[in-house]
Every structure is written in C-alpha cells, then in structure tokens.
C-alpha cells in the first residue's frame, strides 16, 4: 500500500462539521494524521500539492440503475463502477428493476459476485436495494426476511405503489426486520399520460402535463400509514414539488420519523429547460416549475429533504432518439452531479460547501440507516478528492460510463473528481 501525503487540501467533514485548510497523511488505507504542516514523512511518501482542491467524505448515492443483469448494452456493473467512482462516490445502491429483478437471494448474490470480481481495483461499495414485491408487480411480497438476510441495503419497487393496503402490509412485515424501505408516491390516474410538470410553460410547449397533486396526495396517503404503523425506516424518494416540501416538514415536525430526497437534476433545471425537448430532460418525476426548484434547494439546505440521489439512469443512444414523450424517462448522472452542484450551489453562495457535501454524503448514508466516519486520524479513508477548478468537456470518451444520455453533452464542465480511497 502506499503513503500518500495531501498538502494543504480543503477539508471538507460533515461528520464533525468542519471546513478547514490543513496537510492529510494517508497509509494503508487508513488516514494517519490531519495537521496544519506535516513534515515528518517516510521518503517513499507521494507527496501531492493539493492547494485549491476538497477533500471530503466519500459521497453515497441512495438510487441509481444498473442495466446488468439483462441490459448490458446500456451498462454493466463494471462501468457503472468506473463511472461512480469518476463521479466521487464510494458506495452506490442500485434499484432492483433488473432482469431478472433482484427479488430473491439468488439475484442478490449474482450481483454481490460480480462486486466481488470487481472488488481488486479501488471501486465503489456496491448494494443493492430488494424489490418489496415479486417481479415488481404490486400483488405478492417477496420474501423480506430472506432478502434482509442476503444483504439487501433496503426495499423498494421504484414504482408507485397505489395499493394502499399493500403499502401498509410492507410496512407492518418490515417492523421487525428494521431495514429502510422507500417508496415514490405518485397517483398514476392523476398522471395520466403526463410528461412535464403542469403549469404554464407545459402550455406553451405543447406537452402532456402531470399536476403537482399526483405526488403530492400520495404522499399525504403515505405519511398517514407511516404514523399508523409507526414504521422509522421510511424514505420518500424523488421528491419534486414545493408543496410536497411543505408535506414533509410538517410531519417531521410533528415527530413523524421519515427521511426524503430529491434527485440532483431537479435541483438545476426547471421546466423552462424543458423548451430545447431533449429526450434526457424526460424525467420521471418530471421537472419542477421554478418554485418547486426554489422550494427544493431550501429544503435540502436546512435538511427537509434528507439527501441529493443521483439515479442514474443510462439508456441507449436508440432508446432516447425519440419524440420527447416517447422517450424513456431518465439520464446519467454519476460524473456530472458533484461539478454542477458546486458550480450552480457552491460557487454562487447559495450553499456552504459542508451543505452540499452532508446531502450527497454523510445523510444520503443516514437513510440507508448507514454512516461514514470522521476525517480523523486512525478512521479508515473513505475520501473523495475534487478539483473545483478543473475544465473538461462532456464527451462519450470522457465518460467512463457506457451512456451519454445528458443534456450537457458537448458542454465544457467546471470541476472534476481527481481520486477517492474505498
């Protein structure tokens, strides 16, 4: 293993909450000592000029899609790994919509041994989230305790789940097994065959819109069975109106024990984006009118909204040249999220640099009911190291992933991840 020396890197720790200027001492995979100088070093040392750049807790992504087992042509798991950890993040979770759908261990542990043939290179940590019902489809549970026992991070099925009945039987059977279960509460009948945010710029563009009630009222369904059975590993995943912010400060105010997140895109762009009809700006969810971004911005600052996922979403060049509604709804997101969400967060002031970096690191471990240690001396290293400063463009060769579905390809992008330590 080797020694590695930062010096005078930013140091950027939710944990103990500090942001300080300061020499890193890294050895054996463990941090050895953090201090304004340090100078006494072993001469086989690396040592790195690191003025100007972060270093911060390794970041966690709550959801993302993998497309193998089934989809192999739009990512395997080794290149979803590579463009994890080119992104910064040092565990990633992906959701169980595979082929075959990760509802039994047998899936669980296909995918644990292709971590494990990966596991040599310094990769991401790899979990995956079990499906609540077989094959996805909302009529049988699969079997939670076996699930819970192969190392599933959590349950979900990643769609809306109108049954509410079902909803509550999950929730009542996975009391005991005490593992995070997330829900995406929509009302597909209010969607309809919506594909853009209602409001007026859905008008001017011509395109089907879904109103803030279809999340909104699920939501509140939701909260309702939550206090019922009084289950405190519930997570609310893509979160996306202003009102639905409202909902949720509300019930964590009253002491209701939920955890929610919003995705990154949905902190950047807004509905006017959605003029250009670029099939990556599809998302399900659709984009927020410019007061849901707002409201979303303010909620994952003061910790309303728990945690920024990623969900990256890799589709084909095919798949995506289509009309806009037609499109599948998605796009990457790994090595693009941190340099926007400084550039557009950070830099502007809207943001500490320690509020980014809680929502994408330490909370989004927190509701996976995980956490991450300190920048401490004797702590492992878990580390990712940010050049805020580096230019780059956005090209399918300097991706690592195997998809380019973005709507900032052929852009120049401030910002790069340099290294991480798993």
């Not at 300061?22 to 040592?47: M, N, P, R, W």
């Not at 094959?135 to 789940?161: I, S, W």
């Not at 509701?367 to 401490?376: F, M, Q, W």
Request: glycine share 8%.
């Amino acid at each position: 293993m080797t020694t590695e020396l930062l010096q005078q890197v930013r140091v950027i720790d939710p944990v103990s909450g500090t942001d300080q200027l300061a020499d890193v001492l890294i050895a054996d995979g463990y941090i050895q000592a953090i201090a304004a100088h340090i100078t006494d070093v072993s001469s086989d040392t690396q040592i790195k000029d690191c003025r100007g750049l972060v270093l911060g807790t390794g970041l966690v992504d709550l959801y993302s899609h993998s497309g193998e087992p089934g989809f192999e042509e739009r990512e395997t798991i080794s290149s979803l790994l590579q463009a994890a950890a080119s992104g910064g993040f040092t565990r990633i979770s992906i959701l169980p919509n595979t082929s075959p759908v990760i509802d039994n261990p047998a899936v669980v542990a296909q995918l644990q041994k292709g971590r494990g043939a990966e596991a040599a290179a310094a990769t991401p940590q790899l979990q995956v989230w079990g499906a609540m019902t077989l094959d996805l489809a909302g009529k049988q549970l699969t079997e939670l305790a076996d699930l819970a026992a192969a190392g599933v991070v959590g349950f979900t099925d990643a769609v809306p789940r109108e049954n509410l009945g079902l909803v509550r039987r999950v929730l009542e059977y996975l009391l005991p097994i005490g593992k995070p279960v997330a829900f995406w509460p929509c009302d597909q009948q209010l969607t309809a065959n919506g594909v853009m945010r209602e409001g007026p710029d859905a008008i001017r563009l011509g395109l089907p819109p879904v109103p803030a009630s279809a999340e909104t009222s699920a939501i509140a369904a939701l909260l309702e069975l939550v206090a019922a059975t009084g289950n405190s590993h519930v997570h609310i995943m893509r979160v996306s109106t202003a009102r639905s912010v409202d909902l949720i400060a509300s019930a964590k105010a009253s002491g209701l024990p939920i955890t929610a997140s919003t995705t990154w895109m949905h902190l950047l762009l807004d509905t006017k984006s959605v003029k250009s009809y670029h099939t990556s700006l599809h998302l399900d969810p659709p984009l927020g009118n410019p007061s849901d971004v707002k409201a979303l911005r303010e909620g994952v600052r003061t910790g309303v909204i728990d945690a920024i996922a990623i969900e990256h979403a890799p589709f084909t060049y095919e798949e995506k040249v289509q009309a806009f509604a037609e499109a599948p709804p998605g796009a990457i997101g790994y090595e693009l999220a941190l340099p926007l969400l400084w550039q557009h967060l950070v830099d502007t002031g809207e943001f500490t640099a320690l509020e980014l970096w809680r929502a994408l690191s330490t909370r989004s471990a927190e509701c996976l009911r995980d956490k991450l240690t300190a920048i401490a001396p004797d702590q492992k290293a878990e580390l990712t190291l940010f050049d805020p400063q580096q230019n780059w463009k956005v090209e399918s060769k300097n991706l690592h992933t195997l998809s380019s579905n973005t709507p900032w390809l052929g852009q120049q992008l401030q910002g790069r991840v340099v290294q991480i330590w798993c």
